[in-house]
């Protein structure tokens, strides 16, 4: 890290740990605090993405829901199939 941003860094070793151990490309995905890091950080997107599921399900029922009263008021069959969402548990 400290040769694209030496301005940043003042010395190649690890910024997570104490150690002598130089960071380098290898060292940047294979450290074990680097690694919480990442494991933490993937843990909370793919959260944020079963999220963004569940409001996007939650927005086509409503409106599967309106679209099915309207075609109900004006005397037309309605075929949608409900939006279903299902949310697949974890395998740790």
């Known amino acids: 890290m400290r040769q694209r941003y030496p301005g940043l860094y003042n010395t190649n070793e690890c910024q997570r740990y104490d150690d002598d151990e130089v960071e380098t490309d290898h060292h940047l995905w294979s450290c074990v605090a680097s690694m919480d890091d990442q494991k933490r950080r993937w843990?909370?997107?793919?959260?944020n993405v079963a999220a963004a599921?569940?409001?996007?399900?939650?927005?086509?029922?409503?409106?599967?829901?309106?679209?099915?009263?309207?075609?109900?008021?004006?005397?037309?069959?309605?075929?949608?199939?409900?939006?279903?969402?299902?949310?697949?548990e974890r395998k740790e």
């Open 43 to 47: 843990e909370t997107a793919v959260g």
């Open 53 to 88: 599921g569940r409001r996007a399900w939650l927005y086509a029922r409503r409106k599967w829901s309106k679209d099915k009263e309207k075609a109900a008021k004006s005397g037309r069959d309605f075929t949608v199939r409900y939006p279903i969402f299902t949310k697949k």
